[in-house]
């Protein structure tokens, strides 16, 4: 009799954890991809500093490649390169600085092809790119509120100022105006 109600409860405490479990794990994959991308544009930014040189950070379909290029389409990640010619390319010969490979289940968008830092840490203006950048990472969940009366969302965003600070958000109410804005971005289906 013993077992049947410690087996029962074992039940009940798996039946609660096990989605709990889940949602702990797409939480952790968007926080991740959020953190890693933010990284890499860190890392631009403070070898653009520390070499007085220009950083940049693009899209990536293999940013963990021996050799990363940038592309416009079909990214699985970013790359922090120093653009000494300031093509926004990542050439021979230009060291790559971070990468942040992002995850299969994270879907994202982002508004930019390439942000680029001058000497000073301050963003440079790259003609037909947007003055803000913006990259949201979404799950199934899509940019939801995680409770009824919260106000954090389920997807992760990265805000990057004509300043040159990035910051990472999880706000509903500002994730939802990047998808109205003039170079919009939302949670992909």
């Keep these: 009799m013993e077992l049947m109600i410690t087996l029962a409860l074992a039940g009940v405490l ?3 954890g ?3 479990l ?3 794990q797409k939480g952790g994959r968007l926080t991740g991809a959020a953190n890693d991308s933010l990284m890499v544009v860190l890392a631009a930014r403070n070898e653009a500093l520390r070499r007085q040189d220009i950083g940049a950070v693009c899209p990536s379909a293999d940013p ?3 050799n990363p290029t940038c592309v416009t389409s079909g990214a699985n990640g970013f790359i922090s390169f120093v653009d000494t010619n300031s093509n926004c390319q990542r050439d021979a010969g230009e060291d ?3 990468v942040a490979s992002i995850h299969s289940e994270v879907k994202w968008q982002n508004n930019t092809n390439c942000i680029k830092f001058a000497a000073n840490g301050f963003r440079l203006v790259v003609a037909g790119q947007p003055t803000t950048s913006h990259a949201i990472f979404c799950d199934n969940r899509g940019n939801a509120l995680r409770f009824p009366t919260g106000t954090d969302s389920f997807a992760r965003g990265i805000e990057i100022l004509p300043t040159g600070r990035p910051a ?3 706000m509903y109410s500002e994730l939802a105006t990047w998808g109205v804005a003039a170079n919009p971005v939302v949670c992909p289906p």
Excluded: E, H, Y
């Design 96 to 98: 790559v600085v971070a």
């Design 14 to 16: 798996l039946g609660i």
């Design 18 to 20: 096990v989605p709990s």
């Design 22 to 24: 889940r949602d702990f």
């Design 168 to 170: 990472v958000s999880r």
């Design 64 to 66: 963990s490649a021996t």
